[in-house]
């Protein structure tokens, strides 16, 4: 065994990159913005149908008739199929009851419109309020078990009642945070491309090539996953949405059995609102202690989360905060609305909102400052590190010093400013799965592949970079294969693991390349491997920069050879737990109750960054999903007509370029752990806190329910005037 | 999203056009006029009306124009895009608060392709209306569904039996600058103020405005009122980068010897139309405005403001909104220059 084997994998030191760590610009950056870049959405094929699903305009129904006839009689309509049965029920606004494919996209919505369907209308509850109602029907039937479903409770109440009441002060409080949507900019879709025979390709907006095949194979009745080629070359958001083949991809499937032509079926916009998942909700009722000296003693809290159908997602409070006596209590409350899926940082960003907000508001009663009150009851050191780091940036020392107590600016001396800060924690780690497999031909040609997928995170760009800076070559020389199932495995992105799981299989994959390379050039240049190093485009002997071969040249020696290196997963390489910060200055219109965000600074650990610029992207895009949440996006359930009345990117707000601030994202470089750790969700965690935490700052009014709306600070202060 | 089908007329002039229009479509239902389409194509994609014919007005000539003549003032052609009324320089030099309101109005996209015409003309934005599955009061229901239900953006002023608001920001503007419209029909010309043009639901739940099934809006003239160079449109949007008017006020005032000789006060976003309140003008003209005065003629404007359970906050906010009109164009001794005040 040579002693190159033995020598275990790392990252090596961080002076010594060229170009991991550094400011790198995204690979596929031209595709994208000319538009040459293809998505499923601008896949056409040949005799491609175009499938569209008619969905439930009521949020519980059933159907007692549904003829589709006329539709399967329009010519052009290639294949019907019907959704709906009685055991299903129609159980939320979107639930698919029969769907179409037809060689255009207007003929297939025509056919929709032919359908004829007769619903039933039954009961239904779209609002936590109706859904607790002593008297709600029952989203589902448990023999009068009602809406409310525990999910279980810790520690023991009468004791934590008994210290509670010992405290110096308590704060109490009922939080809540609203339904909200991904708004992927591609939507939910996949063209199947199956016509009869063993084989079928899929295109898929999707954030697992491999989690697509086994799905699709089922679907259409084949033989293995292998009879199934998955692609996706480019994907235009998921933000934990899409995973396998979904809804579009399983109705599409079907109709592509019926038809046994390629079916493009993507949701609308509207379908995409109402069938394609959300964020859950949350309604919390919460009490904290303390003693006079600031500590944290106490915390008793009910939690209840709002994911429609399904079980919602709320981490555990108190969430990262050092309390050490406890009495909490979960439960999720169904209502008769499209479940929530997994969003970026599930159940974080909840906890961070709803912690952060009274934490916030102790200091205040306290008269602590809020962020010394946060380091008083957070343990981890990384976080005082993180604060400190935001405070400088942001000016921190600015701030009102009491809430509210700061002089009026702006065109009308109308306006207050104000800063809040919050915290938030994730693991990012990975796992064994990805098999990544790194070529050098002899013509100088060297690729590494992998069946990931890049859902914006810039997994592409951090692949070439690690190849490229293993043989010391730039990234225009080496060539990245990714989003093929026909490649080796790899993991969903989802929770943040594709990067830990990945490129600790990719440094393998490719150091190994680099030693198989190094023993066949070895004896070109008289010694031994392990005396070689790649550099600036070279080969060369260590210590003896003038006894080297350029790339091209030592490739030759491959002749009818190649290698092929195979790397796998190394814990080593990787690691877990992730620590951020926000910081956020808004102006307040104490007059119109608007909110502007001028300001915003993140400060993220993530172990070795792979590529700077992309984790600083990854930043901006949190902060400005987090104002979007913090102060405009909101399902809107109508209780009386069950339906949601807002699905539509008119009527659901997005932050727009009027609505985006400086935004400053500080890369944690205190953070000297040599491992790769994924950070794209933790981004968003603190976000929503830290401006609520400064509309107090600014106002001195508590908003405590997302999102902070013009009539809510009208109101707010409206009561605050009176008291 | 495709539509249903329709025939598409092309008419060579506005006498065709109108005789392509269905005189006994009471509710505009199955005849409809096509300008920018802004309005009409999305009703259209959503299955909110399905008509049988469209009539379109581009392919009449001499019907997009701005003229301006200080005698007799400014002449805008129905048909004239947004985003030139908001470039034209005349418009903001004489008429600032149109330049602003069709400054504000949707996207760039919108406003290159959006008429005057079709602005003052579009229907309702209420979510409830918009909903293809729903049938609310404006569609022929029995019950406005805003009334008891998701109502936040819904009026609290003029509403009943419907509540929606007009959601144009010219007509806002226009009726401040107090503009006259030119009206096309079967049995000619006729020209109405613009306060004549819009009808609350009590009068009509069905249709915003006066305009027979077989009429069109050809021309919006606006006369060079002294009062009219001093103007401005204040917007209040929730998303400031595009949206819809939460509230809004247009002023148009004439400044003399630092009192209030004239004034003109128009609201926006609050209302089924435009809402003009001539007893907060009258507590305003012939004085200085100050900060009691503002208040005084604020308090005035919402005076019989009826809120609905989610749209309280619109009376004070619209409150600070008339209030901020008339100090930003009293503050200073000339004009202010044109400027979108949302987005200061």
């Not at chain 1, 390349?513 to 190093?533: C, I």
């Not at chain 1, 219109?589 to 993140?602: L, N, R």
């Not at chain 2, 309140?277 to 003209?285: F, N, R, S």
Request: net charge positive; proline share 5%.
């Amino acid at each position: 065994m040579s002693q190159a084997e033995t020598k275990k994998t790392t990252w090596g030191p961080r002076e010594e990159h060229t170009l991991i760590n550094h400011h790198l610009r995204r690979l596929d950056a031209p595709e994208k913005v000319t538009g040459r870049a293809k998505y499923t959405h601008d896949v056409h094929l040949p005799g491609m149908l175009y499938g569209r699903v008619l969905t439930s305009p009521h949020a519980s129904a059933k159907v007692t008739n549904l003829d589709t006839s006329a539709a399967e009689a329009m010519p052009g309509v290639k294949a019907v199929v019907k959704l709906y049965s009685d055991e299903k029920g129609l159980k939320y606004e979107g639930d698919p009851v029969a769907a179409v494919a037809a060689t255009s996209p207007e003929l297939a919505d025509d056919a929709l419109r032919a359908i004829k369907v007769t619903y039933e209308k039954l009961p239904h509850v779209v609002t936590p309020k109706d859904a607790l109602r002593k008297d709600a029907p029952e989203v589902y039937k448990g023999g009068g078990k009602g809406n409310l479903r525990q999910s279980g409770s810790r520690g023991d109440l009468d004791e934590i009642k008994g210290i509670m009441a010992k405290c110096d002060v308590r704060v109490e409080g009922e939080y809540s945070t609203p339904i909200m949507h991904h708004v992927c900019l591609e939507t939910h879709g996949v063209v199947v491309d199956y016509r009869g025979g063993d084989t079928a390709t899929v295109w898929a907006s999707t954030q697992g090539t491999h989690s697509v095949p086994e799905d699709a194979q089922k679907a259409l009745g084949l033989k293995n996953r292998n009879a199934v080629t998955v692609l996706v070359d480019y994907m235009g958001g998921g933000f934990g949405s899409k995973f396998g083949l979904m809804l579009p991809g399983e109705i599409a499937c079907k109709l592509s059995l019926i038809a046994k032509a390629p079916i493009k079926m993507m949701f609308t916009r509207h379908d995409e609102f109402v069938a394609a998942g959300n964020r859950s909700g949350c309604s919390v009722k919460l009490k904290l202690g303390a003693n006079k000296d600031g500590k944290l003693v106490a915390m008793q809290s009910e939690v209840v989360r709002l994911g429609g159908l399904e079980q919602g997602a709320f981490a555990g409070l108190p969430y990262v905060y050092n309390v050490e006596n406890v009495y909490s209590t979960a439960a999720a409350l169904h209502t008769h609305q499209d479940g929530s899926v997994a969003m970026r940082a599930p159940g974080h960003v909840q906890a961070s909102f709803v912690m952060e907000a009274a934490v916030d508001e102790m200091a205040a009663k306290l008269n602590i400052d809020p962020l010394e009150f946060r380091k008083m009851n957070l343990k981890d050191t990384a976080y005082h590190r993180q604060l400190d780091k935001g405070a400088e940036v942001i000016g921190w020392n600015r701030r009102p010093k009491k809430a509210g107590e700061t002089p009026l600016v702006g065109a009308f001396k109308s306006c207050k400013r104000g800063m809040g800060c919050a915290v938030g924690t994730w693991g990012g780690g990975g796992y064994a799965s990805c098999v990544v497999d790194t070529f050098i031909h002899s013509d100088g040609s060297i690729a590494t592949q992998v069946g990931t997928q890049d859902l914006g995170t810039g997994t592409r760009t951090y692949i070439a970079a690690i190849l490229a800076e293993e043989f010391g070559l730039p990234m225009s020389a080496v060539e990245v294969r990714i989003g093929s199932s026909k490649y080796g495995m790899s993991v969903p992105s989802g929770g943040s693991t594709t990067t830990a799981s990945l490129a600790p299989a990719v440094k393998e994959s490719t150091t190994l390349a680099k030693r198989l390379f190094f023993e066949k050039v070895a004896p070109m240049l008289g010694v031994k491997p392990e005396n070689l190093t790649a550099k600036g485009g070279k080969i060369f002997v260590q210590g003896q920069p003038d006894k080297s071969l350029t790339w091209k040249q030592a490739c030759k020696v491959l002749g009818r050879d190649n290698i092929a290196a195979q790397g796998k997963w190394n814990a080593e390489l990787q690691g877990d737990g992730l620590h951020g910060v926000h910081f956020a200055e808004v102006e307040v219109d104490t007059e119109t109750g608007a909110v502007q965000v001028i300001k915003m600074v993140g400060v993220q650990d993530c172990g070795l960054p792979l590529n700077r610029t992309a984790v600083e992207s990854q930043m901006n895009g949190a902060m400005i999903q987090a104002i979007g949440y913090a102060l405009l996006e909101t399902n809107i359930p109508d209780p009386v007509t069950g339906n949601m009345v807002n699905a539509n990117m008119d009527d659901y707000k997005v932050p727009q370029a009027f609505e985006i601030p400086e935004m400053i994202p500080v890369i944690d470089d205190g953070d000297t752990r040599n491992v790769v750790i994924g950070m794209a969700e933790p981004a968003i965690i603190p976000g929503a806190g830290a401006i609520a935490n400064a509309v107090f700052n600014a106002t001195g009014v508590r908003i405590k329910s997302l999102p902070i709306t013009p009539d809510k600070i009208l109101r707010g202060l409206e009561r605050l005037k009176r008291s | 999203m495709s539509m249903k089908s329709f025939e598409l007329r092309n008419p060579k002039s506005l006498g065709e056009a109108i005789s392509l229009l269905d005189s006994n479509d009471k509710f505009h239902e199955r005849t409809k006029i096509l300008a920018g389409g802004q309005d009409l194509l999305t009703e259209m994609k959503e299955h909110i009306i399905e008509p049988e014919v469209v009539v379109n007005l581009k392919s009449i000539p001499g019907l997009n124009y701005i003229k301006f003549d200080p005698k007799t003032g400014l002449k805008i052609g129905a048909l004239t895009h947004l985003a030139d009324i908001a470039a034209d320089k005349n418009v903001r030099q004489f008429f600032p608060a149109l330049a602003i309101a069709a400054e504000s109005v949707g996207s760039a996209q919108i406003r290159n392709m959006g008429t005057i015409g079709g602005n003052l003309c579009q229907r309702p934005r209420c979510w409830y209306y918009r909903n293809e599955h729903l049938v609310c009061l404006k569609k022929g229901g029995k019950n406005c569904l805003a009334a008891s239900g998701e109502n936040k953006y819904n009026a609290i002023l003029g509403g009943g039996p419907s509540f929606i608001v007009h959601p144009s920001d010219t007509a806002t503007a226009l009726s401040a600058l107090g503009a006259t419209l030119t009206i096309s029909g079967a049995k000619g010309t006729r020209t109405v103020p613009i306060s004549k043009f819009f009808v609350l639901p009590r009068d009509n739940p069905r249709n915003e405005n006066i305009l027979l099934p077989n009429e069109v809006v050809t021309e919006i003239s606006i006369p060079n009122a002294p009062r009219n160079a001093r103007s401005v449109y204040f917007k209040f949007r929730e998303q400031v980068s595009m949206d819809w008017a939460m509230s809004a006020v247009a002023v148009a005032l004439e400044l003399s010897g630092g009192k209030v000789t004239d004034c003109r006060i128009v609201l926006g976003g609050v209302a089924p139309t435009p809402w003009h309140v001539p007893d907060a003008e009258a507590l305003l003209k012939g004085k200085a405005p100050t900060a009691e005065v503002l208040q005084q003629v604020a308090e005035k404007a919402l005076e019989g403001a009826i809120p609905l359970n989610q749209n309280g906050y619109k009376v004070g906010l619209t409150k600070a909104l008339v209030r901020r009109a008339v100090r930003y164009l009293t503050e200073t001794a000339t004009p202010p220059p044109y400027r979108d005040v949302n987005r200061m």
